[in-house]
Nanobody, 114 residues
Framework: QVQLVESGGGLVQAGGSLTLSCTASGIIFRFTAMGWYRQAPGKQRELVAAITEGGSTNYADSVQGRFTISRHNAKNTVYLQMNRLKPEDTAVYYC????????WGQGTQVTVSS
């Protein structure tokens, strides 16, 4: 059974930082590409950042230069370091494992106050 457990969300002032974590079980993590998505109220879920098995990364234009995705294969964990947060970053953030079926975590709320 695949499980993705996110943590690290919360309330932060604009300009602040947060680090999200997602720990996976039930998959061969080191062979699985991972991603972070977010969904704001009334909007579609969008890709924030992704990292391949080999560590290559890509980012949405809106977070490029502010967010960093990384992975620790020995801990089966992917991270999203978020700096210089803006109110428009407010959303529920979801971890995604890019398996054949595509698996999602339960989501963690990030709220950035102005």
């Amino acid at each position: 059974q695949v499980q993705l457990v996110e943590s690290g969300g919360g309330l932060v002032q604009a300009g602040g930082s947060l680090t999200l974590s997602c720990t996976a079980s039930g998959i061969i993590f080191r062979f699985t590409a991972m991603g972070w998505y977010r969904q704001a109220p009334g909007k579609q879920r969008e890709l924030v950042a992704a990292i391949t098995e080999g560590g290559s990364t890509n980012y949405a234009d809106s977070v490029q230069g502010r967010f960093t995705i990384s992975r620790h294969n020995a801990k089966n964990t992917v991270y999203l370091q978020m700096n210089r947060l803006k109110p428009e970053d407010t959303a529920v953030y979801y971890c995604n494992a890019k398996t054949l079926e595509g698996h999602w975590g339960q989501g963690t709320q990030v709220t950035v106050s102005s």
